[in-house]
């Protein structure tokens, strides 16, 4: 996949209406389908409409619910519109792209965008790799596909190849440990206050550290949480949106990007750590991004970072130009992404606190700020960013207040 320019809204057309989410717990015990039912149910409610009127809908490439029993379980009229995103992490905001994309061309007028997981061990309900449970542990012993390059050398699930990363970044600016594990901290706080978060008591710098080594220098508590769940966004014109929220979130830019190392999990490192800055990957991406919303980084009043663990936080911050190269360490470490700080920077506990959903979390949280609703409001947000993994082929959107 080559770098994809975003797409320039010079009138922004899509706006998001409606969010809508269930609760998050370990083994529910009930069905990804129904789980995503009821999240879908909840955006129709909290946009005031009928999932009749729904025609699009934009899923992840591993997301388990087919389209055509969405339908048929909440009654769709017409679909005239159906997109999946690539990867899992790496889909978290190029998944409303995609449903900004329908809407602006004219594809359609209001496409649901959905993820639903049974993630915990003892929710797996089949062999695939991607049906519940835990992915990489169905891998088959004799691989033939790119994993094959890696998995039998001990790479086998994203924490390891994750904790290659942060320590090749260690080594070329200094970064420490402690300074991933800060991160880890400001989302326990954040979601300490959130009441739909999982992980509601806050932890010190102390308690990262006697967490347990999952793969160094990675500790539990850097960790994306394993649960069930779902979450739903609606996703329409402008026009509409204006007649059905008093806030309506819109959408001012949207791009999906990858880089030239095709290895699952290192593409965007190798931008930051091997060549510099070099004009690709994410950090070509994201001035591109801002230049299309006719903004500056400066301008963000709150980020929304995919986190499957938390030392991601600081890299992306550091592709995304939020800081200097090398400085995503020191950044978060001076309190910056913290309740009042410079950057808040997953407000609502990111996946190590509220919930790990694919991300998608991530960007009804964006919206709440934005209304103005969130648990750990930023006075007068108006500008949020929310970017999928940069590890994988990935994506960033910027959402803004009606102005």
Same mark, same amino acid.
């Given at each position: 996949? &080559?770098?994809?320019?975003?797409?320039?809204?010079?009138?922004?057309?899509?706006?998001?209406? /409606? *969010?809508?989410?269930?609760?998050?717990?370990?083994?529910?015990?009930?069905?990804?389908? @129904?789980?995503?039912?009821?999240?879908?149910?909840?955006?129709?409610?909290?946009?005031? *409409?009928?999932?009749?009127?729904?025609?699009?809908?934009?899923?992840? !490439?591993?997301?388990?619910?087919?389209?055509?029993?969405?339908?048929?379980?909440?009654?769709?009229?017409?679909? =005239?519109?159906?997109?999946?995103?690539?990867?899992?992490?790496?889909?978290?905001?190029?998944?409303?792209?995609? +449903? +900004?994309?329908?809407?602006?061309?004219?594809?359609?007028?209001?496409?649901?965008?959905?993820?639903?997981?049974?993630?915990?061990?003892?929710?797996?309900?089949?062999?695939?790799?991607?049906? /519940?449970?835990?992915?990489?542990?169905?891998?088959?012993?004799?691989?033939?596909?790119?994993?094959?390059?890696?998995?039998?050398?001990?790479?086998?699930?994203?924490? !390891?190849?994750? &904790?290659?990363?942060?320590?090749? !970044?260690?080594?070329?600016?200094?970064?420490?440990?402690?300074? $991933?594990?800060?991160?880890?901290?400001?989302?326990?706080?954040?979601?300490?206050?959130?009441?739909?978060?999982?992980?509601?008591?806050?932890?010190?710098?102390?308690?990262?550290?006697?967490? =347990?080594?999952?793969?160094?220098?990675?500790?539990?508590?850097?960790?994306?949480?394993? !649960?069930?769940?779902?979450?739903?966004?609606?996703?329409?014109?402008?026009?509409?949106?204006?007649?059905?929220?008093?806030?309506?979130?819109?959408?001012?830019?949207?791009?999906?990007?990858?880089?030239?190392?095709?290895?699952?999990?290192?593409?965007?490192?190798?931008?930051?750590? #091997?060549?510099?800055?070099?004009?690709?990957?994410? #950090? =070509?991406?994201?001035?591109?991004?801002? &230049?299309?919303?006719?903004?500056?980084?400066?301008?963000?009043?709150?980020?929304?970072? $995919?986190?499957? %663990?938390?030392?991601?936080?600081?890299?992306?911050?550091?592709?995304?130009?939020?800081?200097?190269?090398?400085?995503?360490?020191?950044?978060?470490?001076?309190? &910056?992404?913290? =309740?009042?700080?410079?950057?808040?920077?997953?407000?609502? /506990?990111?996946?190590?606190?509220?919930?790990?959903?694919?991300?998608?979390?991530?960007?009804?949280?964006?919206?709440?700020? *934005?209304?103005?609703?969130? +648990?750990?409001?930023?006075?007068?947000?108006?500008?949020? %960013?929310?970017?999928?993994?940069?590890?994988?082929?990935?994506?960033?959107?910027?959402?803004?207040? @009606?102005?």
């Amino acid at each position: 996949m &080559a770098n994809t320019t975003p797409a320039v809204l010079a009138q922004p057309d899509a706006a998001i209406v /409606g *969010i809508g989410q269930t609760r998050f717990a370990k083994a529910m015990g009930r069905s990804e389908l @129904d789980l995503a039912s009821e999240a879908v149910l909840a955006a129709c409610a909290d946009a005031g *409409i009928a999932p009749t009127t729904i025609d699009g809908v934009a899923s992840y !490439h591993v997301e388990q619910v087919a389209e055509i029993d969405l339908a048929y379980a909440l009654g769709f009229e017409r679909l =005239r519109y159906m997109g999946r995103s690539t990867s899992g992490g790496g889909g978290a905001a190029g998944v409303l792209g995609l +449903a +900004a994309m329908a809407v602006e061309s004219g594809q359609a007028e209001c496409v649901v965008v959905f993820r639903a997981r049974n993630r915990t061990k003892t929710a797996s309900y089949g062999s695939g790799q991607n049906e /519940g449970g835990r992915p990489w542990e169905k891998n088959p012993g004799l691989l033939t596909d790119r994993r094959q390059w890696h998995h039998p050398f001990g790479v086998a699930a994203p924490a !390891h190849e994750m &904790a290659l990363i942060a320590r090749r !970044h260690m080594h070329v600016f200094g970064t420490t440990a402690e300074q $991933f594990g800060q991160q880890a901290v400001v989302q326990r706080a954040y979601a300490a206050t959130n009441p739909s978060a999982l992980m509601r008591t806050p932890v010190t710098l102390d308690d990262w550290a006697n967490s =347990r080594p999952i793969a160094d220098p990675i500790r539990l508590f850097d960790c994306s949480l394993e !649960h069930d769940g779902a979450v739903a966004l609606l996703v329409t014109t402008l026009e509409r949106a204006r007649d059905l929220a008093p806030v309506p979130a819109v959408v001012l830019a949207h791009g999906h990007c990858d880089g030239p190392i095709h290895v699952d999990l290192a593409t965007f490192f190798a931008e930051t750590a #091997l060549y510099g800055e070099r004009d690709t990957g994410a #950090l =070509r991406f994201g001035r591109e991004l801002f &230049a299309s919303a006719g903004i500056v980084p400066s301008d963000v009043d709150a980020a929304m970072i $995919f986190d499957h %663990f938390t030392m991601a936080v600081p890299l992306s911050l550091e592709q995304y130009a939020f800081c200097e190269l090398g400085g995503g360490g020191p950044f978060v470490a001076s309190g &910056a992404t913290g =309740r009042g700080g410079a950057l808040p920077v997953n407000t609502h /506990g990111g996946s190590n606190g509220e919930a790990f959903v694919h991300g998608v979390n991530h960007l009804s949280e964006a919206v709440r700020q *934005i209304r103005g609703t969130s +648990a750990n409001q930023v006075s007068g947000a108006e500008v949020t %960013f929310v970017c999928g993994s940069i590890t994988d082929p990935s994506g960033a959107v910027l959402l803004g207040a @009606d102005r």
